[in-house]
């Protein structure tokens, strides 16, 4: 474990620097087991790919004077309270209709792995996803469980406009684009759901430590569900 | 019980202490981009420091108050006239019924933070009431105040007001006003640039020493420049591009409040209030928390100068700022108490 802090009011403890997928795991019952402690100066616990981050407010009365010191003693706290934990326990299913006039990368992605374009929906729906990290913006789940033979790098020039509800994927991930936002990964097809809705609750479609289950649907399903 | 926009302005939103305890969900605090004029701010009108207020960005509104309120104008310094005749900024002001609050350009600084007593009355989003611009939600709808916009203040906002002034004076009755009444003090300005470049401290980043060595002394040896296309979001920093050592990936982390991180161009990118809450770039710097306000007062085009720190030094910092806000609440607030 590596601790640094981010300047003078947050911490973070990275769990080494490739992605794994058993440490993500542990991170999100780590995080868990810190929230429910509900320390007054702390403002956010943020479960990352590989590490976990805090932000404290450095203005709190009761901030301790080496918040690195006592967010170490946290961690061994939180390890051992947070030892029985296992994801989520919740199953996120998510239809994705994974026509071409969505799945605007198909052909490039079927190229590059020579896997059929009709055969990458399928794999992408069989295989077992596991929500590592929600961040950048809100509600973007960072998926992994990636099947190997779908791994494309990232695209060498990104789009400016990712279509909301783009579900798209690069080297072992999908991700699930929440907003019209710029973005790099290969697009596959697009989900009808709202992944994030500030007046839903919960907020978030997704959260770490979820599973997460693609199920294929036509574009009439995805017209019905919109 | 409301306050009308007539012209809102270049950027207008509204904003308080921010929304915490969401990052994980990838929503990001938000929050007035210089937290310490939005607490003198609502110091100033007798709010606790958790209501909303108005922060204005380089070009102000022009809003008529359509009941009697006490307000306060801080933060960046500007031409601001009520009713015609000069807004007299950092300390409370009772205006009337249907005054017409006209402001220009900031002078000094760039954002100016304008709070009513009671704070406006929308409901808070997730917990806060403040605009997040990236995701559409906060705040007024999501998104920037526009012409016409009716912003809704809490509904015995005259009565409360009145009784918050008359407490300021020592006076019992001044009912019937319709006029523009001030006190004769105000409070100090404490995050205006006195001049340019302005200095900010900073802790070496966790990537920083994935910089090569002309990189990491020219961090700290150059003088940067906020560019026009700088925003809420971050801060875009002109000067020497900053090389990698290797050109490694690094896997997307979190990112913070004050993280200056470096994408391929090498060109620094400071992370402000509406920031992502993770990126993948190396981070070179992280700014001390008490000088962030100072920094969001740099207008585009305003000069800054990284000066290293420590984490200790950054803590002390942070006390001498906080003790100068203390002091001048103390000082303000007095009259409340009573």
Redesign the interface.
């Known amino acids: 474990m590596r601790l640094?802090?981010?300047?003078?009011?947050?911490v973070?403890a990275?769990f080494g620097?490739q992605?794994d997928l058993e440490t993500n795991q542990s991170l999100q019952a780590l995080?868990v087991a810190l929230r429910v402690r509900a320390i007054p100066w702390i403002?956010?616990?943020?479960?990352?790919?590989?590490?976990i981050?805090v932000?404290v407010d450095?203005?709190h009365p009761e901030l301790p004077a080496s918040v690195?010191e006592r967010f170490e003693s946290l961690l061994q706290e939180a390890f051992k309270s947070a030892s029985k934990f296992e994801g989520s326990g919740r199953i996120v299913e998510v239809p994705v209709c994974y026509d071409p006039v969505f799945g605007l990368d198909l052909k490039e992605i079927s190229e590059r792995t020579s896997v059929p374009e009709e055969e990458i929906s399928k794999r992408h729906a069989k295989s077992q996803h596991l929500v590592l990290?929600?961040?950048?913006?809100?509600?973007?789940p960072?998926i992994g469980g990636l099947d190997p033979k779908l791994s494309v790098p990232r695209r060498a020039t990104p789009r400016t406009v990712m279509p909301a509800g783009s579900v798209a994927i690069a080297n072992a991930q999908t991700a699930v684009y929440?907003?019209e936002t710029p973005g790099g990964w290969s697009i596959i097809g697009r989900t009808p759901l709202k992944v994030?809705d500030?007046?839903r609750e919960p907020?978030?479609l997704f959260?770490?430590g979820d599973r997460v289950r693609f199920i294929a649907i036509t574009r009439e399903q995805f017209e019905k569900l919109q | 019980m409301s306050m009308r926009i007539l012209r809102p302005g270049l950027l207008t939103t509204v904003q308080d202490r921010g929304r915490f305890g969401l990052q994980h969900l990838g929503v990001v605090p938000c929050g007035a981009m210089d937290p310490v004029a939005l607490e003198l701010a609502n110091g100033l009108v007798g709010n606790r420091n958790d209501e909303a207020v108005l922060e204005i960005t380089v070009l102000g509104p022009e809003i008529v108050f359509e009941s009697d309120a006490l307000v306060a104008l801080c933060g960046a310094e500007m031409e601001a006239r009520l009713g015609g005749m000069p807004m007299p900024a950092n300390r409370p002001v009772l205006v009337g019924t249907g005054t017409v609050l006209y402001a220009r350009r900031t002078t000094l600084g760039s954002r100016a933070y304008l709070a009513v007593a009671g704070g406006i009355a929308l409901n808070p989003m997730l917990g806060s009431r403040s605009t997040y611009l990236p995701a559409k939600f906060g705040g007024l709808e999501g998104r920037a105040l526009r012409a016409g916009d009716v912003l809704p203040l809490v509904e015995n906002v005259s009565s409360l007001s009145q009784k918050r002034y008359a407490s300021l004076r020592n006076k019992k009755d001044i009912a019937g006003l319709r006029t523009v009444r001030t006190v004769s003090w105000s409070a100090p300005t404490l995050t205006l640039p006195a001049r340019e470049p302005i200095l900010i401290h900073a802790m070496e980043g966790r990537h920083h020493e994935l910089f090569d060595a002309a990189a990491r002394r020219a961090f700290f040896d150059a003088t940067w420049k906020v560019t026009p296309d700088s925003n809420r979001m971050g801060f875009r920093l002109a000067g020497p591009v900053l090389a990698r050592a290797e050109a490694l990936e690094i896997l997307s982390e979190p990112a913070c409040l004050g993280t200056v991180q470096v994408p391929a161009n090498g060109l620094p990118i400071a992370l402000m209030a509406d920031h992502q809450t993770t990126g993948g770039y190396p981070k070179i710097a992280e700014i001390a928390a008490a000088d962030l306000p100072r920094l969001a007062q740099l207008a585009p085009g305003g000069s800054v100068q990284f000066a290293r720190c420590t984490l200790e030094q950054a803590r002390d910092l942070r006390l001498v700022l906080r003790q100068r806000v203390d002091a001048a609440l103390r000082s303000l607030t007095w009259g409340y108490q009573k």
């Not at chain 1, 640094?4 to 947050?10: Q, T």
């Not at chain 1, 990290?133 to 973007?140: A, C, E, K, N, Y």
């Open positions: 640094s802090p981010l300047g003078d009011a947050a973070y990275e620097d992605l995080a403002r956010d616990v943020v479960p990352a790919l590989c590490g981050a932000h450095p203005y690195l990290m929600v961040g950048f913006s809100p509600g973007q960072y929440p907003y994030f500030p007046l907020a978030s959260a770490p």
